[in-house]
């Protein structure tokens, strides 16, 4: 997904197919949808009255006296003409109010649908995801998605609907030729316009992709800010950052330059109709064939049919571009899932929280198997460590039992049940994990801990964090509970961050619960404050304690040392020293560490 924004052709065909997806939204507001239709005819057919009207005011005021036009009439005729131009105006009002509901209700749903879907997808997207050009792209998509249903319902047929009435009056009214210039031009215009705007769409679609790149790499910097101040690298991210915003730059004069070509050519093929008939109808009037308020009518008329087409141009123009632009979004509602429930998956139940790995087999990539056949298990409330070198797979291991992949082979049981066929949403409940890195959310520390169990009263936050003693920090903070951690927690040292998240924990009191090096940012002090915190909490469940530092898991029931992919030893700790085997080694180059007093 990483290049995901590149991987179709720029001037690959909008795929219309998209309007379809707006027809459910519209459905569920029906009662709205036909009262804007109602107004949207009365408003035209207001339009359609006045060049009448002006023709017989004009008609009227030709050569007339006070006498022969009486002042009942001309007053008529005046205020009938204010009155269609009016009702023209509100009706429209009136239309793009009513409607504008059912457009913001759409929006809020679609933008809430793609987050929702966002979350939905696997560990493997978010990873390769680029934050700021997807923001950017929902936000197109979303602001798309409204302009077409305003547009699309209430543009397209009525503004034809519009031209088909003009053409039709004119043409009975004054003849085939009148109304041949008019549809000549009409079809013409459409064609002109239909061809230079799918010609147009790679500029729109150039500009979109430039935009999410410039985002992409603004955000991106932005979240980096530390390394970039530790490097004195300032100019060089500004000097990324202006490389997108310079073909951000192109891309939008490109486009620019040829909505001219395309709003140029309109121009034009208007210009001649408009000539021609103003042409015509004045040679008429010369002729004595028609009348000077025929030739207001004509004019009039002329005027009001190319608003709507311009219009239409220009509907037609913008639709593309928010297809173009949503194109992306939907793209991204397409994309499934890794890891999907199974369709008949049942809940997890739980009962004594056993859990077994058989014959795990795991690569992130064929090129490089992690995992080769790991088989071990964890009794009902016992506490299991799983040791070994950094980057042997001990996260990984994590990550299967959570389920974030599925192993090539073998399977994950909890209480006799494959995780692969209960829902990932029990699963999930059931593990608590205190991770290697905790990021947290940019709120109060009192927040982020309530964060284990949402609807936790204060009371038992304060308890959470009591057990997790991080009571003792909050007591120095000026701000108390209150303090915020800033973005990512990063206003707390890495040990405190961890401290937040074992409080989480702790609310949230699943049965089985994983600690991922969660003593790893701390300092020994801490550390074993941390371990008897854990202890106690992880009394009556079970554990799997991941390691690096082995002076965590000495009190282990069983320790199993991964190394190359499986199994290397397992056994207690005394066992495992007395074999003199890998972890007999690992621990006594730690306990000579220790002795020669740098730190772990
Ligand atoms: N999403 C991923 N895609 C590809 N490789 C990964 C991914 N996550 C981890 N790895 C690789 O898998 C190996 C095991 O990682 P991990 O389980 O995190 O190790 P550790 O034992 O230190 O916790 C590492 O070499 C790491 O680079
Ligand atoms: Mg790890």
Redesign the pocket.
Known sequence: MRHGNFEHETDAPVNWRIIWHLIPYLRQYSGRVALTFALLLAAKGAILVVPFVMKYLVDSLDGATAESLATGVLFGLVLAYGAARFSNVLFAELRDTIFGRVTEQAMRQIALEVFRHVHSLD??YH?NRRTGGLARDIERGTTGIGFLMRFFVFNIAPNLFEILMVSGILLFNYGASFALITLASVILYGLFSFRATEWRTQFVREVAEADSMSSTRAVDSLLNFETVKYFTNEEFEAQRYDSELASLEGARRRNRLSLFGLNGGQALIIAVAQTSMIGLAGWQVRDGSITLGDFILINQFMLQLFIPLGFLGFVFREMKGSLANIEKMFELLALRPGVVDAADARELQVSRGEVSFEGIGFS??PQRA?LKGVSFAMGAGEKVAVV??????????V?LLFRFYDPQAGRILIDGQDIRGVSQRSLRRAIGIVP?DTVLFNDSILENVRYGDPGASDARVMEAIRLAHLDAFIANLPDGVETLVGERGLKLSGGERQRVSIARTILKRPPILVF??ATSSLDSKSERAILAALEEISQGHTSLV?AHRLSTVVDADRIFV?HNGEIAESGTHEELLSCAGLYAQLWSAQQKQREAGSPL
């Open positions: 560990l493997e990873l992130y990539n992690i070994g070198d950094s980057g042997s797979g001990k996260s990984t291991l990550k290697q991922d090096e991941i991964l």
